[in-house]
């Protein structure tokens, strides 16, 4: 079946401009996270969905930060003004459920490139 | 607040010998530790995983050790295989909660 996709692969906008990245989870999955990976680190945690709600946001490192998920299925990740320290790996993963013990699937991820 | 280390960003090993990677924990609340694997452009993608009930877990080549009084565990691939090349990053969460907290990851190249 088909996994969790990520669109674009890549993006490159110029500082203080606004971008949308969007993940599609993996079919009939309820729970959907968004980890963001900076050069030589691995990923950090930035929000989780449990349906369509935010249960999480504290990852979100300020308010230029925003994403949404209103039908419980596709998640848009939003930020604004962005800035050069934004740079970085935006991951989502998804899993059947939440829980610790429940494995998360990984998009390939949207590579963000603010000059 | 870096919470889960792994130490050696990079480790060479030859085809059909045993790669160990390392990794360290600073929070004792975590309870289920993970290993995932990632391949340029890719997700990473899971590989194996260990709760902190046991001190091992063996899936194939592949052999996770949890030492809870060290908190470190290690990830053994044993032989080594050319397609093992990839970077392997360590994971860990507290139970019932949700977020994964990964380490820096290890760059594992594997030589023929």
């Known amino acids: 079946g088909a996994g969790v996709s990520q669109t674009p692969s890549n993006k490159v906008t110029e500082k203080g401009k606004y971008v949308e990245l969007r993940c599609d989870p993996i079919s009939g999955h309820t729970a959907l996270y968004w980890y963001r990976q900076s050069l030589g680190q691995g990923p950090e945690f930035l929000i989780y969905f449990q349906g369509t709600g935010a249960a999480d946001d504290s990852g979100l490192p300020n308010d230029r930060f925003f994403a949404v998920r209103p039908e419980g299925s596709v998640s848009t990740l939003k930020i604004q003004r962005t800035e050069r320290g934004d740079s970085a790996v935006y991951l989502c993963?998804?899993?059947?459920?939440?829980?610790?013990?429940?494995?998360?699937?990984f998009g390939p991820g949207t590579r963000l490139t603010v000059l | 607040d870096q919470q889960v280390k792994q130490n050696s960003p990079s480790l060479s090993v030859q085809e059909g010998r045993i790669s160990i990677l390392n990794c360290d924990y600073t929070n004792s609340m975590f309870d289920y530790f993970l290993w995932y694997k990632k391949y340029p452009a890719e997700g990473p993608t899971f590989l194996i995983s260990i709760s902190s009930i046991k001190d091992k877990n063996e899936d194939g080549r592949f052999t996770v050790f949890l030492n809870k009084s060290a908190k470190h565990l290690s990830l053994h691939i044993v032989p080594s295989q050319p397609g093992d090349s990839a970077v392997y990053f360590c994971a860990a969460s507290v139970e019932n909660d949700y977020k994964l907290s990964f380490g820096a990851g290890t760059t594992v190249t594997v030589r023929a």
């Open positions: 993963a998804s899993s059947p459920s939440s829980g610790s013990y429940n494995e998360q699937f």
